[in-house]
């Protein structure tokens, strides 16, 4: 039960990039517990895209690429995860704190009689166990948890919060492993996963964000953010305002309502700071405000602040970031 187990997510035939922060997550299991890292990827191509990940120091990466698992679907791929786990004995799960990952660890842990940590932002490991921080009423306080007595401990991490793992010594055994589904164990499949508009970064796991509050008068105003986001090779992010307004899709909304992100920067254009808002964005490394009102709230939070009018602001900001590159 030294062992660490993590799942890769494949999105759109890639891996998604949390898994290199997942790997980090179990280095720091395994200094303590003394075991190894394993991955599994499911899905189509998984054998392919295992090479992605060698050199990390993963003892042996599992690829199950069969029919019944070439898409995406809570039973089939809990069906998998269970029974490995059951084989190999793993003491702690890692998966990204993504919509899929969200979906399946709670599942696969109820099937083998685990405990789940969701959402976590840092871990340690201190007196034998595996220490989790995470965040609670909405980001303004910070928790720790830790097992008692149980194992295997599922957690899923927010992507950017742990440093991406760099290369370590020794080579990765890719071994292919039947799923064991069945086709009537299936209840719902994920037939097609719609990529964001543009060929921009998920909101989740996007380094740099561009967000736009009530101040936009309209959906094409959300133009001058994308623009501005595709320079910096982030994503644009809203509050729910302009989404109830139907100015931007609900999949990009930020707040508690909507996306949680962690981005090394946040710029939040015409957004007043209303805690809702915050709840989704207060962790980013670095907040830059851009909102008429000297007074707004977010301001309060903001690392840097510009009081002034966004369309001129904005498109004046991008300009001199595009000659600077």
């Known amino acids: 039960m030294n062992d660490i187990l993590i799942f890769g997510e494949i999105r759109n035939g890639e891996l998604k990039r949390v898994i290199k922060e997942l790997v980090t997550a179990g280095r720091i299991v395994t200094e303590g517990t003394g075991g190894s890292i394993d991955a599994v990827l499911i899905g189509k191509g998984a054998s392919d895209l295992s090479k992605n990940i060698a050199g990390l120091g993963i003892r042996k990466t599992f690829c199950v690429d069969d029919n019944l698992v070439e898409k995406y679907s809570t039973e089939g791929y809990a069906k998998v995860l269970s029974d490995l786990i059951t084989d190999s004995g793993y003491g702690y799960i890692f998966f990204g704190a993504t919509a899929m990952g969200r979906d399946l660890s709670p599942r696969v842990a109820a099937r083998v009689d685990g405990v789940m940590f969701s959402d976590c932002v840092d871990l340690r490991f201190q007196d034998g166990r595996c220490i989790a921080k995470r965040p609670v009423y909405s980001g303004k306080l910070f928790v720790e948890i830790a097992p008692v007595g149980k194992i295997p401990v599922f957690i899923t991490l927010r992507p950017n919060n742990l440093p991406p793992a760099d290369s370590a010594a020794g080579e990765t055994e890719t071994e ?120 707004a709230p977010i301001f309060e939070r903001a690392h840097y602040g510009i009081v002034g009018d966004l369309f001129e602001v904005v498109p004046a900001l991008t300009e001199e970031i595009r000659k600077l590159l």
Do not use: W
Not at 196 to 203: C, N
Not at 244 to 270: E, F, H, M, R, W
């Open 176 to 295: 292919m492993r039947p799923s064991g589904v069945m086709e009537d164990m299936i209840r719902a499949l994920a037939t097609e996963i719609i990529p964001m508009a543009g060929g921009r970064p998920d909101i989740t796991e996007a380094e740099v964000i561009i967000a736009g509050g009530r101040a936009m008068k309209d959906s094409e105003s959300f133009e001058i953010l994308g623009e501005l986001a595709d320079l910096l090779g982030g994503a644009v992010g809203a509050s729910r305002a302009v989404v109830d307004a139907g100015y931007v899709p609900q999949s990009i909304q930020v707040g508690q309502t909507g996306k949680i992100v962690n981005p090394k920067l946040y710029i939040a254009c015409g957004i007043s700071g209303a805690i809702q808002h915050l709840a989704g964005m207060r962790t980013s490394k670095v907040i830059v405000a851009i909102n008429k009102d000297s007074n």
